[in-house]
């Protein structure tokens, strides 16, 4: 009987160690004191999902990630709402990540896009040919 109890209890104890294990915490301002912001380059944009490579990732964000725009979505004072391919985009989450690879998370604010620098090219003709 008493072995029973005890094998009872540690069946018990290994239950709620599962459930604890399992558990999310929601991203809403911030943990621990530090601010959820992300950095990622912009891959694809497919409607309001944009897909990233992060570049500073935290918070279970996986180094490929899609950002759900939504209507609740802020836009700080003068950063365009246009995203293109190979934009940074600094932006701060809300909710839950969703741990699936690619994750998957929702934007609360856009806080900056910086656009890919290009740089112009300017060849001589025929100044380098056959060096």
Do not use: H, R
């Not at 621990?32 to 918070?59: C, F, H, R």
């Amino acid at each position: 009987m008493k072995k029973e109890k005890i094998i009872m209890l540690i069946v018990i104890i290994i239950i709620m160690l599962m459930f604890v294990s399992c558990t999310t915490t929601p991203l809403d301002g911030n943990v621990d004191n530090k601010p959820n912001q992300l950095v990622g380059k912009v891959t694809a944009i497919n409607g309001n999902e944009i897909s990233l490579d992060m570049i500073s990732s935290d918070y279970g964000v996986s180094d490929k990630t899609k950002l759900t725009i939504t209507d609740d979505t802020i836009f700080e004072e003068g950063v365009s709402t246009l995203f293109e391919i190979n934009d940074t985009v600094t932006f701060v989450m809300i909710g839950n990540v969703i741990e699936t690879y690619p994750t998957k998370i929702k934007a609360k604010t856009i806080i900056n896009i910086k656009k890919e620098q290009k740089i112009s090219l300017s060849l001589k003709n025929g100044n380098n040919a056959g060096n």
